[in-house]
């Protein structure tokens, strides 16, 4: 079993949203990692990043990724920093992935002033949205088969640019 599309992308970009509509209109099923994280620890990923901190919470992750990566058939969304650690990124090869871009402005408004995203916590919250994405673009360029910005899409235009990414007739024009 492998999931049927991988979604990576920071904050804001829609991919819970996005990943359950996707699941539905393919008939599959939806996880998120940060939800497996959460039912296998019996809390909320901002109390882990509290009690544990945040390398506690990346060790974790990795494991939830990892298991979903063997385990689940259908659409798996990756919490935003997933991809940042190695070991994530190496397990991510051959997988379907797929980068839902967003940008500055988008994000920030999306995230909003959220505690439920302790990377985001702080005094300045756009510009530690904004150190974060020019940390991560890269990793999710790199590590993507595909990208796509959300910023002026609708949620369901977003599963409609995914759905033609990955179609066979786009894997084969080399996007």
């Keep these: 079993m492998s999931p049927v599309v991988v979604l990576i992308g920071p904050p ?3 991919k819970s949203t996005v990943g359950e509509l ?3 209109r393919l008939g599959v099923p939806f996880t998120d990692s940060d939800t497996i994280v959460e039912a296998a620890q019996g809390r909320a990923i901002s109390d882990i990043f509290l009690s544990d901190g945040e390398a506690a919470f990346r060790v974790m992750e990795r494991e939830a990724v990892a298991s979903a990566l063997a385990e689940h058939d259908g659409v798996l969304a990756l919490g935003g920093g997933a991809p940042m ?3 994530v ?3 991510l090869e051959g997988h379907p992935v797929v980068f839902l871009a ?3 402005a988008a994000g920030v408004r999306r995230v909003g002033l959220s505690t439920a995203r302790p990377l985001l916590a702080g005094v300045n919250p756009r510009a530690t ?3 974060l994405l020019q940390e991560r673009l890269p990793v999710y360029r790199a590590v993507a088969r595909h990208e796509i910005s959300t910023d002026h899409l609708e949620p369901e235009a977003v599963v409609d640019a995914v759905l ?4 066979p007739e786009a894997d084969r024009a080399g996007r």
């Design 89 to 91: 990124r190496a397990d």
């Design 12 to 14: 804001g970009a829609g």
């Design 102 to 104: 967003v940008g500055l």
């Design 164 to 167: 033609a990414a990955l179609s």
């Design 85 to 87: 650690t190695e070991g």
């Design 22 to 24: 996707l699941a539905q």
């Design 129 to 131: 949205f904004s150190a």
